[in-house]
């Protein structure tokens, strides 16, 4: 490889690291505040970041009520009400089964409630994929949008070296970010985020304080499963999918909340980011099936050297 | 105010207790004292609502507290200062403050109760924007009584507040707690087991041993009886 295409290459990798990380960021934070909130166990975020695609497939396609967007608008806004529709799909989740594994009912019992988390989670995730599959078919689908096919070149300046900018990565990323910093700021300054804190840290001390914490959790599932769903919804337009995508990212979503830091919430979203950009950098190297491989050679790199994670605390003063 | 009659917990067959009565009238310091598994803080907790009581019957201000949820309790003017002080960690002392007055009253009440706080606590207001968890003993039992004030209470239930704290820095508390009493008028349910220093505040004392009320009066009755002075204030 001569120098310039090796300058293009990593540069190319690293903006493809970056935009996709952020998406996958996004994608981690939903599942992390989940568990950092409420110390649930959730096998099915993929199925919900699946039903965000889905839910995005739907508003924007055919007779969606947002076709009137038109396919460069239309997939991006798609994606956003994605969100609130996946929100209303955990709440009730959450009202039904995830509520009754979970919070104060199961605090202080052996195992915090978790097995039943385990096989309650596992089970709504394959009723989601295989209902998923009797609605949907298997055929895969993609939230259509041009901009998926063009790219901003940007020329770095040696030799004839460009950088290729997918336009609806692009602009996904920066929905992404924009997302996860409007949770950043609703969790620091706003008085649901306090009270939402105040319930992770110390569930019955809220309770004294007046917090109906039991509302404040399911609040947090519905958010987490609304976030990865504008996560999903995003990726939508860039990427086939089917009934048993969100089998592949429910591993990079569980490797990014842990590089992050288990229980902090914005460090999945460097979790996340880290993956993606592991992801893109193996492609220099390796071939595209074993980009899965590296990202858990990192991750149990990272495990062995900063055991609390990237973002964790290592301990906390009783 | 407070009203709780014949009030039986038991854990899972275990009975924690048995028949327990106790009132606490408008303005009134009352203090529970007795030994280390006697129900104190159950007692505390079937008040708050995260215990379920067996029997027996809770009523503050007229309202039956079985009616209502444990999160609602702190609404109607009851904070609880939980035993080990229980802060939110990984909030800063600020925040903390802030939850305590996340009820209808604390929040219309806040700039005047959060002046109130740190001139009791001035140590609060230096420290505002550090963790909570990263504090001593002795501040984070002032952030658990602040964040208690904070929701401008009726009734304010402190749990061994000097549990844990160096002698210096529980008799600051102790002052505290009375200035609260005397100057700010709110009505104390105290919990602890340094006798001497609680019931010499107090209006009112009970002495509850294995979950049952042994012996309650004022200051003097108890102070007068035998086995209090025997078994409590270490006098014959």
């Not at chain 1, 910093?181 to 939402?196: D, P, S, V």
């Not at chain 1, 309770?207 to 609040?219: E, L, S």
């Not at chain 2, 009238?25 to 505390?44: C, I």
């Not at chain 2, 700010?184 to 505040?201: K, P, W, Y």
Request: aromatic residues 8%.
């Amino acid at each position: 490889m001569d120098t310039e295409s090796l300058i293009e290459n990593v540069l190319n990798a690293l903006t493809a690291g970056v935009t996709i990380g952020c998406i996958y960021g996004l994608m981690c934070i939903g599942l992390g505040l989940i568990f950092g909130i409420m110390k649930v166990v959730n096998f099915a975020q993929g199925e919900l970041l699946m039903l965000g695609m889905f839910a995005s497939l739907y508003l924007v396609t055919g007779g969606g009520i947002l076709a009137f967007l038109g396919p460069n608008i239309g997939p991006f806004v798609g994606a956003i009400l994605a969100g609130p529709i996946v929100f209303v799909v955990g709440a009730l989740l959450h009202k039904f089964l995830i509520s009754r594994v979970s919070g104060l009912k199961t605090a202080g019992s052996i195992d915090d409630g978790h097995f039943g988390q385990l096989i309650v989670t596992l089970g709504i995730s394959l009723i989601l994929q295989n209902g998923g599959m009797i609605v949907f078919g298997s055929t895969p689908f993609t939230v259509q949008t041009p901009l998926s096919s063009s790219a901003i070149e940007v020329a770095v300046g040696y030799g004839d070296a460009t950088v290729f900018l997918n336009k609806a990565k692009l602009i996904a990323c920066a929905v992404a970010i924009a997302v996860a910093i409007a949770l950043y700021l609703t969790m620091e300054f706003t008085r649901i985020g306090k009270a939402l804190r105040a319930a992770a840290d110390n569930p019955t001390a809220a309770t004294y304080m007046g917090i109906d914490v039991d509302k404040y959790y399911r609040m947090a599932f519905g958010m987490g499963c609304g976030i990865t769903a504008i996560a999903g919804g995003l990726m939508a337009t860039y990427l086939s999918f089917g009934p048993f995508v969100g089998f592949d990212y429910v591993i990079i979503m569980y490797s990014g909340v842990v590089l992050g830091g288990i229980g902090s919430i914005m460090g999945a979203f460097w979790g996340g980011l880290t993956v993606g950009f592991v992801q893109q950098f193996s492609a220099l190297l390796l071939p595209p099936q074993l980009q899965n491989a590296m990202i858990f050679i990192v991750f149990l790199l990272i495990v062995l050297l900063r055991p609390q994670g990237l973002f964790g605390r290592s301990a906390e003063r009783a | 105010m407070l009203e709780v009659s014949n009030l039986s917990v038991s854990y899972g067959g275990l009975r924690a207790l048995t028949d327990v009565s106790l009132s606490v009238a408008e303005g009134q310091f009352v203090t529970v004292v007795g030994p280390n598994g006697a129900g104190k803080t159950t007692l505390f907790k079937t008040i708050s609502g995260v215990v379920k009581p067996t029997g027996g019957k809770i009523v503050f201000m007229g309202t039956d507290l079985a009616t209502i949820s444990a999160a609602q309790r702190a609404h109607l003017g009851i904070a609880h200062v939980p035993e080990g002080r229980q802060v939110f960690k990984t909030l800063t002392v600020r925040e903390n403050l802030e939850m305590g007055a996340y009820p209808e009253t604390g929040r219309a009440k806040w700039t005047h109760t959060i002046d109130r706080i740190h001139t009791l606590f001035p140590i609060l207001a230096e420290r505002a924007q550090q963790l909570a968890g990263t504090l001593s003993g002795g501040e984070q039992q002032m952030v658990a009584i602040g964040r208690g004030l904070a929701c401008a209470p009726r009734l304010l239930m402190l749990d061994e507040p000097s549990m844990g704290l160096a002698p210096a820095v529980t008799d600051t508390i102790f002052e505290r707690i009375s200035q609260i009493h005397k100057e700010d008028g709110v009505t104390i349910l105290l919990v602890e087991q340094r006798v001497a220093e609680a019931l010499e505040l107090s209006d009112h004392g009970y002495v509850l041993e294995t979950g049952h009320v042994v012996l309650d009066g004022p200051y003097e009755t108890l102070l007068a009886d035998d086995r209090v002075r025997k078994s409590y204030l270490g006098l014959t």
